[in-house]
């Protein structure tokens, strides 16, 4: 099930320091900062072209996912708590909002260790489509990662 994210239910998964090393990527420069993250929460809110959505499972908030624009194409993300890893939630979450956007392409990256996005984005019917190296924030330094593609998902 799907709702509008709210910034004070996710700062404590995007703060924790596994997660953040895992995924690589983090919005701002420090993970601990709470008035950073509600920043970035509220531009992605206030942006009419970026479709977010929090991810429960049953009455419990566990993550979220986004559609947002990145150099003139559109990318998907996603997000959740680690305790809730492993259950396929993020797949159902990730496919759910894939379903209410009818405009394709989609691009997503990925880490190229963080074998279970991989595995959520290619559940949802994205394919690797290329490769390449980026500045990871929450790495602190260049990373390799797939680039991948979905053109449709049922």
């Known amino acids: 099930m799907l709702r509008r994210p709210t910034s004070p239910f996710f700062f404590e998964y995007h703060s ?10 983090k919005g701002g420069d420090d993970p601990t900062d709470f008035a950073g993250d509600t920043a970035c929460w509220n531009r992605l809110l206030n942006n009419q072209r970026v479709r977010t959505q929090t991810i429960l499972s049953g009455e419990i908030i566990v993550g979220h996912t986004a559609i947002l624009e990145q ?8 997000w959740i708590g680690k305790e809730f890893w ?3 939630i993020t797949t159902g979450g990730l496919a759910e909002i894939l379903r209410h956007e009818k405009e394709r392409p989609f691009l997503a990256r990925s880490a190229k260790d963080n074998a279970a996005s991989l595995r959520v984005l290619e559940r949802c019917g994205f394919v690797i489509c290329g490769e ?4 990871a924030n929450a790495r602190n330094g260049d990373i390799e990662e797939y680039v991948l593609i979905v053109a449709n998902c049922d």
């Open 132 to 135: 390449d190296r980026g500045f």
């Open 86 to 88: 492993g259950q396929g």
């Open 71 to 78: 150099v003139g194409k559109r990318e998907v993300t996603h």
């Open 16 to 25: 924790d320091p596994v997660a953040v090393r895992t995924s690589a990527f």
